[in-house]
């Protein structure tokens, strides 16, 4: 499975933007996503788990460090689905979850990962969430802008986790940490024509105003160029869009990543 990675596991935590099945195991959540059309464009053509017509940026990231794909998902591990075993573990393991949420105690899990043995934390901040189709829609301008309100929030999430790593680090040995700013590469994207921006505000798949309406599911509407859509659904980027999230994050500059890139961060010793 490992051909050249460079750090020893990955462990991811997350929501349904890194999710790479999790959900397919929790009876009572609405988060599912293992059906067409997701999946279109992942191997094989089969849906997942994964809320993304093909890989997400748990996979893109893993790739980078050597990886095929994002680690297994935690409840495969746990219930022993496709004959993994428990050295399985030692590569890492995917907690993202869809619908999870930030709690309060979110700050802390740095510090008990930290407690642990972690010690490279990557950390991805919040896009501009009022700009995704399933807010856009709640903009009633003829122009269809985003929400703004949820924006500030976004920022404001990225102003304080910034504050905390920045802490933690000054008072844990040896943390390292990397803070991806999403909201300034998603803003860059509105505002820059570039391939996979050609459409930033409607979803390929789903239905209603900018497909935002519904969720993407097998009847839904589907665009045919999928990676010139920065959103797959009312909710998460496409394939493509995640790609040069997970490029950015890994080779970018200050302006998008910081105090240094993730590719720094797996190097540092
Ligand atoms: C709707 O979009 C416009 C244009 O981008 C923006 O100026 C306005 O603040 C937005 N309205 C809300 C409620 O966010």
Redesign the pocket.
């Known amino acids: 499975m490992v051909a050249n990675a460079v750090v020893p596991a990955v462990f991811v935590f997350g929501d349904s933007t890194a999710d790479v099945g999790t959900n397919n195991y929790i009876k009572d959540t609405k988060a599912k996503a293992n059906f067409p059309q997701n999946g279109i464009d992942f191997p094989g053509s089969v849906p997942t788990g994964r809320f993304s017509n093909g890989f997400n940026s748990a996979d893109f990231l893993a790739q980078q460090m050597g990886f095929n794909s994002s680690p297994p998902p935690f409840f495969t591990l746990m219930k022993g689905k496709l004959g993994l075993h428990k050295h399985d573990v030692l590569r890492g393991v995917n907690f993202a979850s869809g619908g999870s949420g930030l709690l309060d105690a979110t700050g802390k899990g740095p510090f008990v990962l930290y407690l642990l043995g972690a010690r490279k934390f990557g950390i991805i901040s919040i896009p501009p969430i009022?700009c995704c189709p399933s807010h856009r829609i709640?903009?009633?301008?003829s122009?269809?802008?985003?929400?703004?309100?949820?924006?500030e929030y976004s920022r404001l999430f990225f102003l304080s986790i910034g504050t905390l790593l920045q802490q933690l680090s000054s008072e844990l040995k040896d943390m390292k940490y990397s803070l991806g700013n999403t909201y300034d590469m998603v803003s860059f994207l509105l505002n820059n024509p570039l391939p996979i921006s050609k459409e930033v505000r409607s979803a390929c798949c789903g239905s209603g105003k900018f497909n935002g309406e519904d969720k993407c599911n097998p009847t839904a509407q589907l665009c045919p160029n999928r990676d010139e859509y920065l959103f797959w659904d009312l909710h998460h980027p496409t394939q493509a869009a995640a790609q040069l999230a997970v490029l950015t994050l890994y080779e970018g500059g200050p302006e998008f990543v910081a105090p240094i890139n993730f590719k720094e961060l797996v190097e540092a010793n």
């Open positions: 009022g709640f903009n009633d301008t122009a269809g802008g985003c929400l703004e309100g949820l924006n």
